[in-house]
């Protein structure tokens, strides 16, 4: 006779606290679409100023309708991006919500991240069909918004890190890009990271590298509008590939992990270094241990390796698919392996770490 296997019993209590932490992920995901609406059409940056608005007023100063706009400010307060005054009729943008929603150049900005979901969404089927076949799919493939949602996402940190908190942490590096050095990007994308460091150091001189020629482009456009394009050169190259040395700098944001030869980077990093010269590594923050990741910060990058970075990794030759939190452990076995000898942590973020690596 065939058995059955007993269901079992269901914990009230610990279905009720699901559901509730489902209604609040179900809530995120509507608000998304909404958040791109108000950073598009610019009704943020109509509120930065904190000052009470009717919905017929947002409207006037955006040019938009103000039955939608109603609809869309009873959302956004129903979320907390923004306040409600009952007996006024009036919706206020507060100050720190101002400064998430509706300053690009705010270290703690942040519809770049929600333009990035949006994207991953729309690339759900490809990468369902990748589960089936176990074939990569290239960064390259994806929509469009992933690019510049990517820029927009990890801009504000590197606004805040790079310059006054990475680069000094490197040994003897400051001093050599004050006084002029040559320095790499690699895996630039949009090149928010090169310019950065452009505008910081005028004596320096800058070669950002992605093998994505429609990101080059961007970046490229972004370096005119930054006023750097005098010393800053954008290039179509792999890691694997690019050229250009002796660097006495060379920096890789947010990309080793997506490479599917990481080893094969190193390698060609060590020989483009100059003999003192110095990688920064700057991977997402991960603990060694899966069981280090399982929190808030690991969600968002556990979710984003399974939609972007082990499908680009996989799509390459080599296909290592180290994922977006393969930890320092790891990563510094890669660096190792590719003729780095000496790897040492200098900073971290709760959402970047910082690696210094040396011949």
């Not at 000052?51 to 939608?68: D, F, H, I, N």
């Not at 101002?98 to 729309?122: E, H, N, R, T, W």
């Not at 660097?247 to 003999?275: E, K, T």
Request: net charge negative; charged share 25%.
């Amino acid at each position: 006779m065939a058995t059955t296997t007993p269901t079992p019993p269901i914990d009230e209590a610990k279905l009720e606290a699901f559901m509730g932490e489902f209604v609040r992920d179900i809530g995120a995901l509507a608000a998304a679409p909404l958040v791109l609406i108000g950073d598009k059409l610019g009704l943020y940056r109509a509120m930065a100023d904190s000052k009470p608005v009717t919905p017929a007023q947002l409207a006037e100063r955006t040019g938009t309708r103000e039955r939608y706009i109603r609809e869309w400010l009873c959302a956004q307060a129903a979320s907390g991006y923004v306040e409600y005054d009952a007996g006024a009729g009036t919706f206020r943008m507060p100050p720190e919500q101002a400064m998430a929603l509706a300053d690009p150049d705010s270290p703690a900005f942040i519809p770049g991240a929600f333009q990035l979901a949006g994207a991953l969404i729309k690339d759900e089927p490809h990468i369902a069909e990748r589960f089936r076949t176990g074939e990569g799919f290239g960064w390259h493939e994806h929509d469009h918004d992933l690019f510049e949602g990517t820029e927009r996402f990890f801009r504000p940190g590197y606004i805040a890190h790079i310059v006054a908190d990475w680069i000094p942490a490197l040994d003897g590096v400051q001093a050599k890009l004050e006084a002029g050095a040559r320095v790499a990007d690699i895996g630039c994308g949009h090149g928010a990271s090169t310019i950065i460091m452009a505008k910081a150091f005028p004596r320096s001189v800058f070669v950002g590298s992605d093998y994505h020629e429609a990101s080059i482009e961007a970046a490229r456009r972004a370096a005119e509008r930054a006023g750097v394009a005098d010393r800053v050169t954008f290039e179509v190259a792999g890691a694997q590939s690019f050229a250009g040395g002796p660097y006495d700098l060379v920096c890789i944001f947010d990309a080793l992990h997506d490479m599917g030869d990481p080893v094969g980077a190193a390698r060609n990093v060590r020989s483009q270094l100059a003999d003192d010269g110095t990688w920064l590594v700057v991977e997402p923050f991960a603990g060694d241990r899966i069981e280090d990741n399982l929190n808030p910060v690991g969600r968002v990058f556990y979710s984003a390796s399974t939609m972007v970075c082990t499908p680009a990794s996989l799509s390459q030759d080599v296909a290592l698919g180290l994922g977006a939190q393969a930890g320092q452990a790891r990563l510094t076995e890669v660096l190792n392996e590719g003729g780095l000898s000496r790897v040492r942590r200098v900073a971290e973020t709760p959402f970047n770490l910082v690696l210094e690596a040396r011949p």
